[in-house]
């Protein structure tokens, strides 16, 4: 199997692209909204995802991948079934929005430790704020981010917001895959 982006591009525009008047996680104003999660809990949407992300990181696996709930929780899912199918081991972890007041209160979980390498997963990236909220409590637990791998990138400054952090972002597609211009900036 292998990751079919023209696929992925169809299952994104038939499931997950919407037109008409939305407000952000951002609060940014748009004039179309991206869905991800019908695509990434789509089952055909899953696979090419997380055979997309995999491609990405073929040759420098990192040890762990996840991001914060809930956008990030299926593509975590995806590409580590994914990673156990092609006898690759590769851990996921969730990022808590807020700490549980019970149990061992901790903003990461999952099969991590100090020092592991990980890459942080997104559905879709407009100013990056959620990933870089996720890098944060990441960085906490003593884990090392090498990178943001997104779905789709908005192209309204998220790239420089984690390159202003120091971390580089790549995605499997843009909002220009979908001959939406982005805004001038």
Same mark, same amino acid.
Do not use: N, W
């Given at each position: 199997?292998?990751?079919?982006?023209?696929? %992925? $591009?169809?299952?994104?525009?038939?499931?997950? +692209? *919407?037109?008409?008047?939305?407000?952000?996680?951002?609060?940014?104003?748009?004039?179309?909204?991206?869905?991800?999660?019908?695509?990434? +809990?789509?089952? !055909?949407?899953?696979? *090419?995802?997380?055979?997309?992300?995999?491609?990405? %990181?073929?040759?420098? %696996?990192?040890? &762990?991948?996840?991001?914060? &709930?809930?956008?990030?929780?299926? $593509?975590?899912?995806?590409?580590?079934?994914?990673?156990?199918?092609?006898?690759?081991?590769?851990?996921?972890?969730?990022?808590?929005?807020?700490?549980?007041?019970?149990?061992?209160?901790?903003?990461?979980?999952?099969?991590?430790?100090?020092?592991?390498?990980?890459?942080?997963?997104?559905?879709?990236? /407009? /100013?990056?704020?959620?990933?870089?909220?996720?890098? !944060?409590?990441?960085?906490?637990?003593?884990?090392?981010?090498?990178?943001?791998?997104a779905i789709v990138d908005r192209l309204e400054?998220g790239g420089a917001a984690f390159a202003a952090?120091?971390?580089?972002?790549?995605? +499997?597609? /843009?909002?220009?895959?979908?001959? $939406?211009?982005?805004?001038? /900036?």
């Amino acid at each position: 199997m292998k990751y079919d982006k023209s696929r %992925l $591009i169809e299952i994104v525009r038939e499931k997950g +692209l *919407q037109f008409g008047d939305f407000t952000l996680a951002s609060g940014k104003k748009a004039s179309y909204y991206l869905d991800c999660r019908k695509v990434s +809990l789509d089952s !055909e949407g899953a696979l *090419q995802v997380a055979l997309g992300i995999l491609e990405m %990181l073929a040759g420098d %696996l990192p040890d &762990a991948v996840g991001g914060m &709930a809930i956008g990030a929780d299926p $593509i975590t899912a995806a590409v580590i079934t994914m990673a156990a199918v092609q006898q690759k081991s590769l851990a996921g972890f969730i990022v808590r929005k807020e700490a549980k007041a019970h149990g061992t209160g901790r903003d990461v979980e999952g099969p991590v430790t100090a020092g592991q390498s990980c890459v942080i997963v997104e559905d879709v990236v /407009t /100013t990056g704020g959620s990933s870089l909220q996720a890098i !944060e409590k990441v960085k906490a637990a003593g884990l090392e981010v090498r990178e943001v791998i997104a779905i789709v990138d908005r192209l309204e400054g998220g790239g420089a917001a984690f390159a202003a952090a120091g971390y580089k972002l790549r995605t +499997l597609l /843009t909002i220009e895959d979908f001959g $939406i211009k982005p805004p001038q /900036t």
